[in-house]
């Protein structure tokens, strides 16, 4: 009797062949590109937050290149999904670092009730 972790595989692994045309080994390293490709994201994101854009264009602009890269997955070859796998991983973790920050700014357009600064976890 089959898990459901099991019917879950099988059923992806029907999905890739049938839709993508991938193997599940290749839909794995689709998905280590997006998940390792957060690591340099959140430096990018860091330095562009603190030193370049500052927070809320640092924001905006992994949004804009986030979204422009799922957009062109259904016009892309296996190479270029791999490259679009990249860009996503980067600009999610990228769009999270200010994410995180903006509220603690001061001077934020956000109004708290209670000091950004005053909270042990900021």
């Known amino acids: 009797m089959a898990t459901a972790a ?3 595989r ?6 890739t062949r049938s839709t993508l045309d991938i193997d599940a080994g290749t839909a794995e390293a689709i998905s280590v590109i997006l998940l390792v490709s957060g690591i ?3 430096f990018i994101g860091g330095w ?3 030193r370049a854009l500052g927070a809320v264009p640092t ?3 992994a949004l804009v290149l986030e979204a422009i890269a799922f957009l ?3 016009y892309l070859g296996l ?4 490259i679009a796998a990249a860009i996503i991983g980067a600009a999610g973790i990228a769009t999270f670092v200010p994410f995180v920050t903006i509220p603690g700014q001061q ?3 956000f109004i708290f009730p209670i000091s950004p600064w005053r909270s042990g976890s900021c």
């Open 6 to 8: 099991t019917s879950a």
């Open 10 to 15: 099988l059923n992806c692994s029907r999905i």
């Open 40 to 42: 340099p994201g959140a």
């Open 48 to 50: 562009l937050t603190d």
């Open 59 to 61: 924001f905006l602009a």
């Open 72 to 74: 062109l997955i259904p």
């Open 79 to 82: 190479y270029g999904v791999e």
């Open 107 to 109: 001077g934020s357009v």
